[in-house]
Each structure stands twice: as structure tokens, then as C-alpha cells.
């Protein structure tokens, strides 16, 4: 049983990761530093539009925390590189 003071929440966890950092590192590292700058900027700058908490860094990815699901799941489906009109997604592999 739980006591009176015990509180429950869940949370939704992701980890994200850059497809290819690895072999890009070893082709160009000045080029990949520079590239894992921007990616840490635009998602730290993105986390608290979706609600999302910055847990840890690992090399090229992020472990985040959401209060739901849904919050988890918006991000990735919205923007996540920074232009001139504002943020958008790219999908591109560094392989």
C-alpha cells in the first residue's frame, strides 16, 4: 500500500541521436563540433515548447523527459532546425 505522502507520476523518456555523428566525426571533427553546437542549441531552445525536460547529454544525443506521451511524440513530428522563418526539421544522415 501506499502512504498518504507517496506521489505517482508518469513520465514519458526519450533519447534522441544523430544518424551517422560517428563516421562524420572521424571524416571532419571540426565540422561535426560544429554541427552537434547547433543540434544541442536548437533542441534545448524546442524543449520547453513541448513541454520537455533536459535530463542528460550523451556524445550526440539527448535524454529527455515529458509529462505525457503526447508531449514526447510532438516534438520529433515538429521542427527541430532553426532557419530564417523559424525552426523545421531536417532529416539528414551524416553517413
Do not use: W
Not at 541521436?17 to 536548437?42: C, N, T, Y
Not at 532553426?82 to 539528414?92: E, K, V
Amino acid at each position: 500500500m501506499t502512504g498518504a505522502t507517496d506521489q505517482r507520476r508518469l513520465t514519458a523518456i526519450m533519447f534522441t541521436d544523430m544518424v551517422g555523428f560517428s563516421a562524420l566525426s572521424q571524416r571532419d571533427e571540426k565540422r561535426a563540433l560544429l554541427i552537434l553546437e547547433e543540434q544541442r542549441a536548437v533542441v534545448r531552445a524546442t524543449l520547453p515548447v513541448y513541454g520537455g525536460h533536459e535530463i542528460k547529454t550523451a556524445g550526440d544525443g539527448f535524454l529527455i523527459s515529458f509529462a505525457s506521451a503526447l508531449e514526447a511524440v510532438r516534438l520529433p513530428s515538429n521542427p527541430l532546425s532553426p532557419s530564417a522563418t523559424g525552426p523545421r526539421r531536417t532529416n539528414q544522415s551524416f553517413a
